[in-house]
Structure formats: structure tokens, C-alpha cells
């Protein structure tokens, strides 16, 4: 998002949507469990698969932020995850 700010100033950036992601496509129930993982937890998602016409598989294209800012992903999600958790705990003191 800093990125994204820093570039505010080009023309071909304003009203633009940006996509930032790794561009590998994974689902809620992998992030989901990734978080639950690397936060030790022992929760079980509950899935109840009432959703009609979801869509089951996508990913975010990173190409407009590649060609517009020249961004590219600077950690994994996993990386990102764990940074995520971490600033949470500190930030707020949560305890594992």
C-alpha cells in the first residue's frame, strides 16, 4: 500500500483497483488453516458449504502493480502470515 501511495502522483494510477498478492492461487480453507497453524492454535473450522454459485477457484493478477510500480511480492504468504501474527501479538500483547 505504500507503494500504491508513493505513485499517487501518476496520472495512469488514479481510480486504478491494484491487485497485491503471490499469485498463487489458494483457497480460504488453506489460509485458514495456515493462520490456525502458525498461531498453534487447535480450532476447527466449521464448514457448512450452504454458499450457491461460489466461485471456486481464483487468485489475484499482480500484473497492473508489476507494469504501473514495478512492485513485486517481497515475502511468501506463509512470511507474510507469520509478520502479520507477530505484530498482532505485540500490538495488541494477545498470548498464545
Given at each position: 500500500?505504500?507503494?500504491?501511495?508513493?505513485?499517487?502522483?501518476?496520472?495512469?494510477?488514479?481510480?486504478?483497483?491494484?491487485?497485491?498478492?503471490?499469485?498463487?492461487p489458494v483457497?480460504?480453507?488453506?489460509?485458514?488453516?495456515?493462520?490456525?497453524?502458525?498461531?498453534?492454535?487447535?480450532?476447527?473450522?466449521?464448514?457448512?458449504?450452504?454458499?450457491?454459485?461460489?466461485?471456486?477457484a481464483q487468485?489475484?493478477?499482480?500484473?497492473?502493480?508489476?507494469?504501473?510500480?514495478?512492485?513485486?511480492?517481497?515475502?511468501?504468504?506463509?512470511?507474510?502470515?507469520?509478520r502479520t501474527?507477530?505484530?498482532?501479538?505485540?500490538?495488541?500483547?494477545?498470548?498464545?
Amino acid at each position: 500500500m505504500l507503494c500504491l501511495a508513493e505513485h499517487l502522483s501518476d496520472q495512469r494510477c488514479r481510480g486504478e483497483a491494484f491487485n497485491f498478492s503471490t499469485e498463487t492461487p489458494v483457497t480460504v480453507l488453506d489460509v485458514v488453516q495456515m493462520v490456525l497453524r502458525l498461531m498453534g492454535s487447535d480450532l476447527k473450522p466449521i464448514i457448512q458449504d450452504e454458499a450457491r454459485h461460489e466461485i471456486r477457484a481464483q487468485y489475484l493478477s499482480v500484473a497492473k502493480a508489476r507494469e504501473f510500480l514495478a512492485w513485486q511480492p517481497r515475502f511468501t504468504l506463509v512470511e507474510g502470515l507469520t509478520r502479520t501474527i507477530e505484530w498482532y501479538e505485540k500490538s495488541l500483547a494477545v498470548a498464545r
